[in-house]
């Protein structure tokens, strides 16, 4: 993990909602979970009506959530993160290098990562998904992904 990126990177993907602190945070915790084999997409609203900041699935079919915390006191604001844990095999909270891992909740696993990487200093418990929700997450998930990748395409075919 190293210094912020530049902001102008072409790969430095940041919605434009998030602080630059929280922009790295995900970044480096989308490469991380690209090496571990997980492909993932940001800001995927559930059916509960949630979003999760990073939510990640791989070739076995588990998913993991990833809340994105970038200080205290976007944490400790932070009352719904809960509501996640019905969408997913395992829950991580992702935070800078800065904060205190201390205020982290211990039933979640929790990551520290910067723009460059992230690493996994707390396991998350595992909490099977049941059959019918993983389905509908993973249908979410790609038709969400294919969505997007046919809108870098054609930005225009929305209003079709």
């Given at each position: 993990?190293?210094?912020r990126?530049?902001?102008?990177?072409?790969?430095?993907?940041?919605?434009?909602?998030?602080?630059?602190?929280?922009?790295?945070?995900?970044?480096?915790?989308?490469?991380?979970?690209?090496?571990?084999?997980?492909?993932?997409?940001?800001?995927l609203?559930?059916?509960?009506?949630?979003?999760?900041?990073?939510?990640?699935?791989?070739?076995?079919?588990?998913?993991?959530?990833?809340?994105?915390?970038?200080?205290?006191?976007?944490?400790?604001?932070?009352?719904?993160?809960?509501?996640?844990?019905?969408?997913?095999?395992?829950?991580?909270?992702?935070?800078?290098?800065?904060?205190?891992?201390?205020?982290?909740?211990?039933?979640?696993?929790?990551?520290?990562?910067?723009?460059?990487?992230?690493?996994?200093?707390?396991?998350?418990?595992?909490?099977?998904?049941?059959?019918?929700?993983?389905?509908?997450?993973?249908?979410?998930?790609?038709?969400s992904?294919?969505?997007?990748?046919?809108?870098?395409?054609?930005?225009?075919?929305?209003?079709?």
């Open positions: 993990m190293s210094e990126p530049d902001i102008s990177d072409p790969v430095f993907n940041s919605d434009g909602r998030q602080s630059a602190t929280a922009a790295a945070v995900q970044r480096g915790t989308a490469r991380m979970l690209l090496s571990a084999g997980f492909a993932s997409i940001a800001e609203s559930l059916a509960n009506g949630r979003r999760a900041d990073l939510i990640a699935i791989n070739a076995k079919g588990e998913i993991w959530i990833v809340e994105i915390k970038s200080s205290p006191a976007d944490y400790l604001s932070d009352h719904k993160w809960h509501d996640y844990m019905a969408y997913c095999d395992r829950f991580y909270f992702a935070i800078p290098p800065d904060m205190d891992p201390g205020l982290i909740d211990e039933t979640a696993g929790l990551m520290i990562a910067d723009a460059w990487g992230a690493e996994v200093i707390r396991e998350a418990c595992e909490a099977k998904l049941s059959g019918a929700r993983r389905k509908a997450v993973t249908l979410l998930l790609a038709r992904a294919s969505l997007r990748l046919q809108s870098t395409i054609d930005p225009n075919a929305n209003g079709i």
